[in-house]
T-cell receptor
Framework: ETGVTQTPRHLVMGMTNKKSLKCEQHLGHNAMYWYKQSAKKPLELMFV???????ENNSVPSRFSPECPNSSHLFLHLHTLQPEDSALYLCASSPNEGGTYEQYFGPGTRLTVT | DQQVKQNSPSLSVQEGRISILNCDYTNSMFDYFLWYKKYPAEGPTFLISISSIKDKNEDGRFTVFLNKSAKHLSLHIVPSQPGDSAVYFCAAAVYGQNFVFGPGTRLSVLP
């Protein structure tokens, strides 16, 4: 399998549930990202990991908790979410070396919080 | 306050003609720019990039132009094909870190 994969593709959860989103990249990239895309809004960067270390957290609520166990895998742990957290969550990776910064995205997880 | 703007929410072009998608930015520190296209139910797909040391980059039917003084970039698609119908996003960053995305322009290429 190649590229960036995300599971699950769709998720419906209640506000008291705990769930996790998974991302895997097969591109040998050094950096991985979580983005949120809400309806009619631009992509918002949530978290950045470079060489498995978190380098950016754009003031994301603590109900979102990322984990990067190795350079190929990235998780987003979700707990006690709110209905306004319903959105498309996208994972991306990039080489981040040699002046190459293009990000390659997975297909996304469509999250609905009820 | 949006740092990256795409002021046209949608654009329709006849097949075979040129499509021009525009993007404006406010942060003069941005030095690396990307264009993506997105089909429904898929993640964005990288198209083409340009760094601030250049004013043009070409890849097949896609050309990106950068006007640093105007803080403006554009994506030209020639010739446009029906398969190019998608939402196009521009993104900008400083030193390639923490890209800021525009809201997107929906391109429809009519047969």
């Amino acid at each position: 399998e190649t590229g960036v994969t995300q599971t699950p593709r769709h998720l419906v959860m209640g506000m008291t549930n705990k769930k996790s989103l998974k991302c895997e990249q097969h591109l040998g990239h050094n950096a991985m990202y979580w983005y949120k895309q809400s309806a009619k809004k631009p992509l918002e960067l949530m978290f950045v990991y470079s060489l498995e270390e978190r380098v950016e957290n754009n003031s994301v609520p603590s109900r979102f908790s990322p984990e990067c166990p190795n350079s190929s895998h990235l998780f987003l742990h979700l707990h006690t979410l709110q209905p306004e957290d319903s959105a498309l969550y996208l994972c991306a990776s990039s080489p981040n070396e040699g002046g190459t910064y293009e990000q390659y995205f997975g297909p996304g997880t469509r999250l609905t919080v009820t | 306050d949006q740092q990256v703007k795409q002021n046209s929410p949608s654009l329709s072009v006849q097949e075979g003609r040129i499509s021009i998608l525009n993007c404006d930015y406010t942060n003069s520190m941005f030095d690396y720019f990307l264009w993506y296209k997105k089909y429904p139910a898929e993640g964005p797909t990288f198209l083409i990039s340009i760094s601030s040391i250049k004013d043009k980059n070409e890849d097949g039917r896609f050309t990106v132009f950068l006007n640093k003084s105007a803080k403006h970039l554009s994506l030209h698609i020639v010739p446009s094909q029906p398969g190019d119908s998608a939402v196009y996003f521009c993104a900008a960053a400083v030193y390639g870190q923490n890209f800021v995305f525009g809201p997107g322009t929906r391109l429809s290429v009519l047969p």
